[in-house]
């Protein structure tokens, strides 16, 4: 069944990669979701890879993923009659997001002003690669210039070489979920006083935000964290992360203290149960080993880790990622397997939490997996069931139900191009 939450709301969504997650989230949350998309369809129906390899905007697995719970109209921005269509349906929506050039809205009779005057209760969110002042407001911004503007790319790849493109375009994902969370903030003083308001994200920003980690180094640590690759940890006082195994790869952390150090312990111990491992690894003090994640090391505490990582790398090669982690769990080691999307897929813990739900997809003859709730919510369920909709499957009905035009009307305007 649908979720409740949000139900009797409604969001106009035109947006593209930058924004899509944005009425996802919406649609899940149980919003009436409109998706405007050109005549030829949104460019999210075009970004590989593609379901079973057909190039075509239904067996699009972005568009799949994302428009989920959607619904979808054409409108023609380029003609009079699309740009109406438009203002139409956002007097009477209670949200509005959307992703296209600065200033290209206002240009055409779209942009918050022209539609707040119609609709003053309308929250009406613009997604940017730079926000809406200052030297960069103009800027162009893919994924890639978004994560190398935003300081996250500095830090991916290996020690000496170049930073590392983000390997799943996401920039866009972040977001989308700020700008959803941004309007339902909005959307509470709206309760109080009645009145909408407008939302610039700023993408460059969002990324920022996801280096919190780094923020803190030269106040905490004196440093900047850089590029490690496998390693973590400042480069005086690096660890090793993640390590070769049978089927994949394990992450763990070698370190002292109170946090760590019984962790160390214990996976001393397993190792030397199996005959690996020097005499000094199983008589070092690891509670009171001073170094920690980023403190500096000593050429002996250097040496040491340099050898206890070696022996963790041949032990970690003789089991698959399930027998260390099995026995991870039981002896109460810092440590995690690697998961493949097919380890995903095969998770007891989400299968147990009834994480994967099957949506019935028409276009193409059978159901599609996917990826359930964010959060369970006992007495208002959230997530979609239903599945993405064809380019302009809801025109008629929206159109018609909602802007109460006659069939004759929509056939001249889709003689004309219009939608």
Known sequence: MPSELLKGLRLLDLTDEKGALCGKMFADLGAEVIKVEAPEGCSTRRIPPYLEDIADPEHCLYSIAYHAGKKSVTANLATDDGRALVADLAAQSDFLVESHALGYLDSIGLGYDALARKNPRLIYASITPFGDGGPGKDYAGADIITWAAGGAMYLMGEEGKPPLQMSLPQAGLHAGGEAAVAMMLAHYPRQIDGLGQRIVVNMQACIVWTLMNEQA?????????????????????RRKMVYECKDGHISTLIAGGMTFGNSTKALIAWMRENGFGSDWMRTKDWISWVPGVFMAMTEQDHQETDELEATIQRFMLTMTKHEIYAQGLKRRIFLAPVATVADIAADEQLKA??????????????????????????????????????????????????????????NKLRAAGSI
């Open 217 to 237: 180094m030269p106040f905490l640590h004196g440093s900047h964290l850089s590029r490690t690759g496998v390693f973590f940890g400042s480069a005086d006082a």
């Open 353 to 410: 939490r009834d994480f994967w739900t099957a949506v019935p997809h028409d276009t193409i003859g059978r159901a599609l997996i996917f990826p359930g709730p964010f959060a369970k919510l006992t007495a208002t369920p959230i997530g979609s069931t239903a599945r993405a909709p064809r380019i302009g499957e809801h025109s008629d009905q929206i159109y018609r139900g909602l802007l109460g035009l006659a069939p004759e009307r929509l």
